[in-house]
Every structure is written in C-alpha cells, then in structure tokens.
C-alpha cells in the first residue's frame, strides 16, 4: 500500500472499503426493519408447486453479518486495507516474509557455514549439498538457465563446459555473486572499420568460417581484415575469445544467439546487451558458495574445454 502514485488512490481505496462496509451495515438494518407477512409468498414457483415464502432470515444468521461487519472494522484498525494507513499493528507481508526468511537462514546457517570453509570441489562431490544446490538453482535461476541448465536464447548453457567468463571454482563464485554486465557494442564500437552493412555482411561470412559453418569464401576473405580492425581487440586475432571481459569464442560452433548468417549481422550491427544479476547480497556467501558447486558439477567440473 506504500506505493501509491499519489493521494487519490489512497483516498479512492478508504472511500470504497468504507463505503461497502456502510453499505452492508445499511442493508442488515433494512431488511431487519422491513415488514414481513408470515405465510406470503413472493409469487416464485417452480415444478408446479414448489413456492417461496417471503419470511425473515433466522436470528443467528443474521447475527453471523452483524459480526462480519464489526470484525472488518477491527481487522481494519489492526492490519493494513485502508489504503496507505499500515495499521495499529504495522503488519506488512514484506515484513512476515522476510521474518520467516531470517528465522530458516539462522537455523540452516551453521551448515552452509560448514560447506563456505570446505573447497568448492569437494561440495560439489558432496551429495546433501549438491541437493541443497540443486533446490537453490531451481528457486533463482531456471527463470533464465532453464530447469536441465542448457539455457536459451541469450542465456549460457551451464552444462556444457563452455565458459564466457570462466568455470573454475573462483571465476564462477564471482560470477553468481556480483554478476556480469556483458555488452557486444554496435559495429564492434567501431563502424567505420566494418564499412556498413555490407561489411556488416563480411564479418559474418569470417566468423562462421571460423567455426567451419558455411560461408562464402570470398566475403570471409573481405571480412578477416575488417575482424581484425574492429573485433580482435575482444575476441582476439584467432577469434578464441577472451574469458577476461566475457568475449566468446568464436571457433567452437557454440552461440549465445544463434550462429545464422542473419543472426551474425545482427549482432555485428546492433550489439548485444546482457545482465547476469548478482546474489551475493541477497543470498550470502554460504548459499552462492553452494550454488556455485552445483553449477560446477553441472559441466563436470569444467572439465571439458
């Protein structure tokens, strides 16, 4: 209720809950006041001779929206629901959430401690904790990695040994918990050196020769000497990249977007842009530890490239 742009819906949300709460009360009272003639129908009939009788509601039912009523406006005295007002109690679902979070963190602390002292190797050969990780990853980061952790388009393949950054015990430590900001800038930061799109087109044509994909060996030829003016300067003179600020490599047939000619000037042309957010804070050193160790154990240690 905090977040209301301005003091109308505050005062919209009060009028309209105050006002159903006069309006139920206004209705109990009027249909206690209205006149009843025992016996009368009010002309419904159904299946020939099934009539219904206009008498009055039992006592206790009535007596049932007599509290409903009254308990409302107690409940709205203690809690929040009259628009920004938080209550006698100052009760927040942010609150309780968050006091629920800490209560589980100070019980389970002392074993995510245990696992921050060992060697990330050896958690990630440690079963229990590799099931404490494997809960972590499928709460924070299938979103975006998928639940098998291969990824999609524009995001990292996690098992396949293939590294922007790196897959040693460190690198990936650091990469869970201060994220990575990785941008591919428009023309390699550099137009003039691509030559517009048609050079845009060359390049493309070099960097799928460099992986072996299909090219023309004529426009690749045009391109090698573009790639080397406006793109080794990250992804090195042979293309293999540079783990240092994230600039893949080129050569191993592995795509972040997609390894298509149309793809390739497209990313050439516009740049690429993407964020992995970090965790340190939020989950602290332990838990990014063993999700870092799940995350290794993935790609069997990192072992493959």
């Not at 977040?3 to 159903?20: M, P, R, S």
Request: charged share 20%.
């Amino acid at each position: 209720m905090s977040d209301f742009v301005n003091e109308f819906w505050n005062w919209f949300v009060i009028l309209t809950v105050l006002v159903g709460i006069v309006g139920c009360w206004v209705l109990l009272f009027v249909q206690n006041k209205a006149p009843i003639t025992m016996g009368k129908t009010t002309g419904h009939v159904w299946d020939e001779t099934l009539e219904e009788y206009n008498n009055p509601m039992p006592k206790w039912w009535s007596w049932l929206f007599v509290i409903t009523v009254v308990f409302s406006l107690g409940y709205l005295a203690l809690y929040p629901g009259l628009g920004s007002y938080p209550g006698a109690f100052g009760w927040t679902s942010a609150g309780q959430h968050k006091a629920e979070v800490e209560k589980v963190d100070a019980a389970i602390k002392p074993l995510f401690d245990k696992y921050l002292k060992m060697d990330l190797k050896a958690v990630a050969a440690d079963k229990e904790a590799m099931e404490m990780g494997k809960r972590l990853y499928l709460t924070y980061c299938l979103q975006c990695h998928g639940s098998d952790a291969k990824g999609s388009k524009g995001f990292p393949n996690l098992a396949d040994g293939d590294w922007l950054y790196g897959g040693e015990p460190e690198q990936l430590v650091e990469t869970i918990g201060n994220g990575r900001m990785g941008m591919m800038p428009a023309y390699g930061g550099n137009p003039d050196a691509v030559g517009g799109a048609a050079g845009a087109k060359e390049v493309a044509h070099y960097v799928r020769s460099l992986s072996g994909l299909a090219n023309d060996s004529l426009l690749a030829a045009k391109g090698k000497e573009k790639f080397a003016a406006a793109c080794a300067a990250c992804h090195g003179p042979d293309g293999k990249g540079m783990q240092a600020m994230g600039a893949p490599n080129l050569t191993d047939k592995v795509w972040l977007y997609g390894g298509s000619e149309a793809t390739i000037v497209e990313t050439i042309t516009k740049g690429r842009q993407n964020k992995m957010p970090a965790w340190k804070e939020f989950l602290g050193d332990g838990k990014v530890h063993v999700l870092a160790a799940y995350v290794y154990s993935l790609s069997a240690g990192g072992d493959k490239k």
